[in-house]
C-alpha cells in the first residue's frame, strides 16, 4: 500500500467528520436562509453555533468569521477587497513575502497591474522573513502586509505574531494566510491579525470549505468590500447559499484536531525524528530554518538525484511531492526555494514530504531510504 506523504497538499476527510457532513446533507438538509420551517431554522442554528466555535479558536467574535469555499477565495476577499479603500486613502504600497502562496502572490501581482506597489521580500536560506526587514519598508502609504503563516513547501513558521504587535499602533492593515498553520498553531492566530485566511481540508475537512477572520477596528468593520454580488450573506461579502454539511464538517475537524493536537504533534515529531535517522545513510540538505518548523513538513534537496525521477522510483511506496500542488505540474523550479537563495539545481529538486501521523503510520523509513541511498549510487 502507498503511504500518503502529501498532506500539505490535502488530507484524508476525518470520518467522524464525513459522517457528520453526511447527516447534514441526508437528513437536516435545510437552507439556512429559509426562514419558514424548521429544516432552515435548524440549519441556521447548526451554522450560527459552528460559527461561534469556529471564532472562538481565533479569539474572534462570530461576526468577525465569514465563511469562503477555502483559503484561495478568503486571500481574494482579504487583498482584493480591502483595495478600494487603499485607492481612496492614497494608500497603495503594499508589503508581502517572495515565499507566499501563488493564492496571495497573483493577486497582489493584478493590484500591482491597477497601480499598487508591491514589496516582495526575499527571506534568505533560512526562509524565514524578519519582522525588521518588514519594517523598515513600512511608509505613512503602506494600506497592508501579508505574510503566510507557515510556508507550504518548507513548513518554516512566519513570525506572525510578532508582526501583529508590531504593527497594532500602525495604520497598516496585517493579513495572514493560515492555511497552513491553523490547528497546528492555532494560539498564534489569536494575535491582533486583522485578517486571517483558512482552508478546512488542511485539517480533515472537505475541500471546498474554509473562513476568513475579519477583525473590527474598535467598533468599525474592515473597510472591506465584495468582490462577487448575490443575496448578501456573510455580511456582504461572500454571497451564495451557505454550504451548511461542509461548514458543520469543518467546526467537527476544528474540534476534533483542537482536542486531539497534543498527540498529533508528539506523532507528527516522531515520524520526522524516524525519517531523519534513516536518511542518515543518504547525502541531503534540509531546506529551511528548523529551529522555527511544524513537526510534519519536511523539504529535503538529495544530492545527485532529480526530484521527479525520485518521484517516479518512489511511487509504488510512498505519494510525495516536489512543491505546492498549485504549481507542482510545471516542472519550473520552486519559486520558495529560489526565492530562500538556492542554487537552480537545488531549487528544482526539492522533494516535500509531508504527513498527517495517522495516515503514515505504516511508513517504512528504512526501505524508503535504501531507495534513495540506491539512486544515489547508481548517479555516482
Known amino acids: 500500500m502507498v503511504t500518503y506523504l502529501d498532506a500539505a497538499a490535502t488530507t484524508r476527510v476525518d470520518p467522524r467528520v464525513a459522517e457528520v457532513v453526511l447527516h447534514w446533507m441526508t437528513e437536516d438538509f435545510g ?9 432552515g431554522s435548524r440549519a441556521k442554528r ?6 461561534q466555535y469556529l471564532a472562538s479558536t481565533f479569539g474572534a467574535e462570530p461576526d468577525e468569521l465569514i465563511f469562503t469555499s477555502g483559503a484561495t ?7 482584493l477587497g480591502l483595495a478600494p479603500h487603499g485607492a481612496q486613502s492614497g494608500q497603495r504600497h503594499i508589503i508581502t513575502s517572495a ?14 497591474s491597477r497601480g499598487f506597489e508591491v514589496d516582495f521580500i526575499e527571506p534568505g536560506l533560512s526562509g524565514r522573513v524578519s519582522v525588521d526587514a518588514v519594517l523598515e519598508r513600512l511608509r505613512p502609504d503602506t494600506l497592508l502586509v501579508s505574510l503566510m503563516h507557515v510556508n507550504n513547501e518548507t513548513g518554516v513558521v512566519q513570525p506572525v505574531v510578532e508582526l501583529a504587535e508590531r504593527l497594532r499602533d500602525t495604520p497598516t492593515y496585517l493579513h495572514v494566510d ?4 491553523y490547528g497546528k498553531l492555532s494560539q498564534d492566530l489569536t494575535a491582533p491579525i ?11 475537512a472537505p475541500k471546498g470549505v474554509g473562513m476568513l477572520v475579519a477583525r473590527h477596528q474598535g467598533w468599525d468593520e474592515l473597510p472591506l468590500q465584495p468582490i462577487m454580488f448575490g443575496g448578501g450573506q456573510e455580511r456582504g461579502l461572500r454571497p451564495g447559499t451557505l454550504p451548511v454539511p461542509l461548514i458543520m464538517g469543518l467546526a467537527e475537524a476544528a474540534r476534533i484536531f483542537q482536542k486531539e493536537h497534543a498527540q498529533w504533534n508528539k506523532s507528527a ?13 543518504t547525502r541531503f540538505r534540509i531546506n529551511g530554518d528548523q529551529d522555527h518548523v511544524v513537526p510534519h513538513i519536511l523539504n529535503l534537496s538529495f544530492d545527485g538525484v532529480d526530484a521527479e525521477a525520485l ?3 518512489l511511487k509504488e511506496q510512498v505519494a510525495v511531492a516536489t512543491g505546492s500542488a498549485c504549481t507542482s505540474a510545471s516542472y519550473t523550479p520552486s519559486h520558495v526555494l529560489t526565492a530562500m537563495g538556492l542554487p537552480e539545481e537545488s531549487a528544482s529538486n526539492g522533494l516535500r514530504l509531508s504527513w498527517f501521523p495517522d495516515q503514515a503510520s505504516d511508513l517504512d523509513v528504512d526501505a524508503l531510504a535504501a531507495l534513495v541511498a540506491h539512486m544515489q549510487s547508481d548517479a555516482s
Open 73 to 79: 477565495e478568503s486571500n481574494n476577499i482579504a487583498l
Open 46 to 51: 447548526g451554522v450560527q453555533q459552528s460559527r
Open 194 to 204: 486583522d485578517l486571517i485566511s483558512v482552508s478546512g481540508h488542511k485539517i480533515g
Open 178 to 181: 493560515a492555511a497552513q498553520g
Open 269 to 281: 515529531a516522531e515520524l520526522r525524528s524516524r525519517l531523519l535517522d534513516a536518511l542518515a545513510k
Open 99 to 112: 515565499i507566499e502562496h501563488k493564492a496571495v502572490i497573483e493577486p497582489l501581482e493584478h493590484l500591482q
Open 311 to 313: 518521484i517516479v522510483l
Open 31 to 39: 437552507n439556512a436562509g429559509s426562514r419558514t420551517h424548521e429544516y
